[in-house]
C-alpha cells in the first residue's frame, strides 16, 4: 500500500519532543533503506503478516527525508498533482506562502 507523509515545519518551532522525532524518523528511513532483509523481517513479526520475508523485502519501497527548499518543491508538486484530481482534498486552491514557515 503506497503511502505519503509529507511534513514541513520550520525548525525553530519544533519542540525538543518534535525534533527527536524528526531525528529518529530520518534514522529509521536510512535503517529501512539499507537493511531491507532485517526490516522486513521485523514489518513481518510486528504487523503479523503471512507474506514471505522476500515478498516484504521487495515491497519496501525507497523512504526520501527532504528538508528544506527541497521539501517545499515536493510538497507545491504534491499539491499540484491533488489539485488535478481531487482539489476539494486542499481546499481548491494550492496554498499560498503563508503556509509555508521559513
Known amino acids: 500500500i503506497p503511502q505519503l ?3 514541513y515545519v520550520g525548525t525553530e518551532y519544533l519542540t525538543e519532543e ?5 531525528e529518529m524518523f530520518k534514522h529509521y528511513s536510512i535503517e529501512m533503506n539499507t537493511h531491507k532483509p532485517e526490516s522486513a ?11 514471505s520475508d ?8 525507497p523512504i526520501n527525508t527532504l528538508t528544506g527548499e527541497k521539501s517545499k518543491e515536493e510538497l507545491l ?4 498533482a491533488i489539485m488535478e484530481v481531487s482539489p476539494e482534498a486542499i481546499g481548491g486552491r494550492i496554498p499560498d506562502e503563508a503556509f509555508f514557515i521559513e
Do not use: T, W
Open 5 to 7: 507523509s509529507l511534513i
Open 18 to 22: 518534535a525534533h527527536q522525532l524528526v
Open 41 to 51: 523481517k521485523l514489518i513481518k513479526d510486528k504487523l503479523g503478516y503471512k507474506f
Open 54 to 61: 522476500k515478498i516484504i523485502e521487495q515491497s519496501i519501497r
Open 77 to 80: 508538486r504534491y499539491f499540484r
